[in-house]
């Protein structure tokens, strides 16, 4: 998506929101009213809506090896241990990306906060396409977990898919617990806070021993979600029974430019293909005009080609295969040449009363000559008929006679 709207709730049903529309070369600005007037705004860009992190639990849990689609269903009975809830009132939610086998972050959240987002944003018409936890807009860096500060709640971000959102007055704690459960600790802190509020929390986070870096944020926190935010979202909330489906016209827009590129070279390759297959024709043409030249030399009257091989084997074996025969003769003695001179390729070869004519394509008159050499060795008598430089090699018709 090249264009979308993040959408945060500013209360628990959805009735006041705060959004941003996201867009190239486009500067970003907060907005605040109802779902009606985002309606009217923007009745058909995509939107994605932004949960608060408080309202969902993250889990780790080791994912059984097996088939993707069993792994989903055995997802309430793996949890079933570390929910207070009843399964089927929650939603459990895998990131976009996971390795079956290992230990994955795994979100729960109620069906019914689900149910409700889904229902109010089909109601006012509202092209909804993902849903994500909060901290999950916030930046990554290597070796580093990311907070944000707001004024009463703090997020923090520990991995692409794993994070958690907290009261502010609950983060050491929280921070404590998560970096005693973290497999790699990490190397620093990168703190986005309000402008006034960094001393506030400076004295508590300086407690967890680990360098902390600062830098001020405008009071909007979405602003700050909006500037760091990325597609495809770690971790998308609308899935299994949640899942929404995109609308044909976003499918369409999205495809539309893939299907022009390719029918553009599926043109090309049918032109391409047209003026090989006329170039392949005429080549026939000629070889095909010649056997038929060839073959009603060897046997006058014949109008039938569908047993020349038959025709032909007896005339051979009445001739005879050894020294007698000038068409054995010569290709014993031009086939040892032709085949150990490099960059030599025979094109044709025309056996006449009492010599042979050779039609070779070198790659340049360094070879020809030494191709003429080697048939010399060979005690056979060579003459150039042409000689001819055709953008990068050579095409030369040679005539072999029998050496005296």
């Keep these: 998506m090249d264009k979308y709207i993040l959408v ?36 058909q860009m995509p939107i994605v809506a932004i949960l608060p992190g408080t309202w969902l639990n993250m889990f780790s849990i080791d994912l059984p ?21 009843d399964l089927d009132n929650v939603h459990i939610v895998l990131p976009e990306v996971y390795q079956l086998g290992k230990p994955t972050p795994v979100a729960v959240i109620s069906k ?17 396409q993902q849903a ?11 070796n580093t977990w990311t907070l944000h500060l707001g004024q009463t709640d703090a997020q923090v971000r520990q991995k692409a898919d794993l994070g958690f959102s907290v009261q502010k007055n609950l983060l050491l704690p929280m921070l404590n617990l998560a970096l005693s459960q973290a497999e790699h600790k990490p190397q620093s802190l990168n703190v986005y806070h309000l402008a006034l509020e960094a001393a506030d929390m400076e004295e508590q986070l300086t407690k967890l021993n680990i360098p902390l870096a600062y830098e001020a944020v405008a009071d909007e ?22 899942f929404v489906k995109p609308k044909v016209s976003e499918i369409n827009r999205v495809w539309r430019k893939a299907a022009v590129v390719a029918a553009a070279v599926v043109v090309v390759q049918l032109l391409h293909s047209s003026i090989e297959y006329q170039q392949l024709k005429k080549q026939y043409d000629v070889v095909h005009g ?14 039938q080609t569908n047993n020349a091989r038959a025709q032909l084997e007896p005339l051979l074996t009445k001739s005879g295969g050894g020294a007698n025969n000038p068409l ?30 050779l039609e070779v394509v070198v790659d340049d008159f360094a ?9 010399s060795a060979k005690g056979l008598a060579v003459k150039q008929e042409s000689a001819s430089l055709e953008k990068d090699h050579v095409i030369a018709k040679l005539q072999v006679t029998e050496g005296k």
């Design 8 to 43: 945060y709730p500013l209360s628990d049903d959805w009735k006041i929101v705060a959004w941003c529309a996201v867009a190239p070369d486009e500067s970003l600005q907060v907005k605040q009213g109802t779902l009606e007037t985002l309606a009217k705004v923007a009745p």
């Design 65 to 85: 090896k097996g088939r993707a689609a069993q792994v989903k269903k055995a997802l309430p009975f793996l949890l079933e241990e570390q929910l207070a809830e």
């Design 112 to 128: 019914a906060r689900m149910q409700t987002l889904c229902d109010i944003f089909k109601n006012h018409q509202l092209n909804l």
């Design 132 to 142: 994500v936890p909060d901290w999950v807009c916030l930046p990554l860096f290597d």
């Design 221 to 242: 926190s979405l602003l700050l979600w909006a500037q760091h935010f990325t597609l495809p979202a770690a971790l998308n909330l609308l899935q299994g029974e949640f």
């Design 290 to 303: 010649q056997v038929l030249e060839l073959y009603t030399s060897v046997f006058p009257g014949q109008t």
């Design 328 to 357: 054995f003769n010569y290709l014993q003695e031009v086939s040892e040449p032709l085949l150990n001179t490099p960059n030599v390729h025979l094109q044709q070869i025309a056996l006449h009363e009492k010599s042979m004519t």
């Design 367 to 375: 070879a020809l000559g030494q191709l003429e050499s080697a048939l």
